[in-house]
């Protein structure tokens, strides 16, 4: 075939793809009506799934990120958030470790990124402030916060592999169980990610590729017709599944393990009201702790468990929470979280 011949065929595809790609978004606009049969959703947008996973996440110092789906915009500094060059709710750190700095990396969603509260008063600000005072300059503590809003298991773990690992931390917190159950997509977060993807194909995927009307509709169609081939048709599906927030947990250990960090666990908090009935939101984050303790026994990774924040709290804890909010600590919250973390790693010999 000439030269010619192939620059033809190239030219008439692109036509094609271009043609079909503008089509699309012309149906896109005229949706206002739902049940019209020119309506296309097409929810494995990249953005729209980003943007539809939280409300929270319409907030301006919330950026697209095609690794880890979302991330902290870098240098914010607006009113009571402050980000750092390295996309963290905290104070600039050096990636390289001194020596006599003991690091400990906090991952987490909201409640770790200090939701509603300063960044003085989150547990992260607390306990380096508390271990620096107790070691009195013979160790040189930095806790690092690595909390995100609206973040799971699966971002966390791989906010470890892309980003936090660069600190070489001592020492990596886990904080997650409560986005896990969220379900909004067909798509689970994992399969969002491809976690065993190359970044670069990420990269392309993410952040090129699926902003096309045209990519996202080829690969609901294409996800649609497997699911019914395989039988399975209930959709939404949970963010992270129970299987696969266990399965997140272990590899996270094997990380760390393989980068000389321990790991240890914290039991989300979560308020229940005794006074009204418990609603199937608090009942599916119970499930996840009941696996995050399963999970911790099964391979014997340390679990901090802080019962007046948990599901077996009575009533009169509901200050350690924000009012009106189930999950998120209030500031004497983040002070209990701290002061327990402190005793728990100093009684079970974590701290050098």
């Known amino acids: 075939m000439k030269k010619k011949d192939v620059l033809i065929i190239v030219l008439i595809t692109a036509a094609l793809l271009i043609t079909m790609e503008i089509t699309i978004r012309l149906l896109e606009e005229i949706r206002a009506d739902s049940n019209s049969r020119f309506y296309i959703r097409a929810d494995s947008d990249f953005r729209f799934y980003v943007h539809s996973v939280d409300n929270d996440l319409f907030l301006d110092y919330i950026v697209e990120d095609p690794i880890l789906m979302w ?42 990124f200090g939701w509603k509260v300063p960044l003085e008063t989150t547990y992260h600000s607390l306990l380096e402030d508390r271990l620096n005072r107790e070691y009195d300059g013979q160790r040189r503590f930095e806790v690092i916060n690595a909390g995100v809003i609206g973040y799971t298991s699966v ?26 159950r969220v379900k909004r997509f067909y798509l689970s977060d994992a399969e969002i990610m ?31 017709i497997m699911n019914k081939n395989s039988h399975n048709s209930e959709l939404p599906v949970p963010r992270v599944s129970p299987a696969e927030y266990r399965k997140t947990i272990l590899r996270l250990k094997k990380a760390c393990d393989k980068n000389n960090a321990r790991l240890l666990l914290i ?51 509901n200050y350690l929470f924000q009012k009106d ?16 973390l402190y005793n728990f790693m100093t009684k079970n010999r974590m701290l050098p």
């Not at 470790?97 to 990396?105: A, Q, Y």
């Not at 690992?165 to 409560?178: N, S």
């Not at 990269?203 to 294409?222: D, F, P, Y």
């Not at 608090?282 to 468990?305: D, S």
């Open 267 to 317: 039991s989300p908090a979560l308020y229940i009201d005794r006074r009204r009935n418990t609603h199937e939101k608090a009942m599916k984050i119970v499930q996840y702790r009941r696996i995050l303790e399963n999970t911790a026994k099964e391979a014997g990774i340390p679990l901090l468990t802080i019962p007046e924040m948990t599901e077996r709290s009575s009533d009169n804890f």
């Open 71 to 112: 991330s902290l915009k870098p240098k914010y500094n607006v009113s009571d958030i402050k980000i750092n060059s390295r996309g963290f709710r905290d104070i600039e750190y050096n990636i390289k470790k001194n020596d006599g700095v003991f690091k400990i990396l906090c991952l987490g969603e909201s409640s770790t």
């Open 194 to 224: 491809k976690i065993n993807r190359p970044q670069w194909l990420n990269l392309l995927v993410n952040g090129w590729l699926l902003k096309s009307e045209l990519v996202r509709v080829v690969q609901k169609t294409a996800k649609n």
């Open 325 to 340: 909010d189930s999950v998120h600590p209030s500031k004497a919250g983040h002070r209990l979280i701290m002061q327990r």
């Open 155 to 180: 971002q966390g773990l791989y906010m470890y592999l892309s980003k936090g690992i660069r600190f070489q931390p001592d020492l990596v917190t886990f904080y997650f169980g409560i986005n896990e």
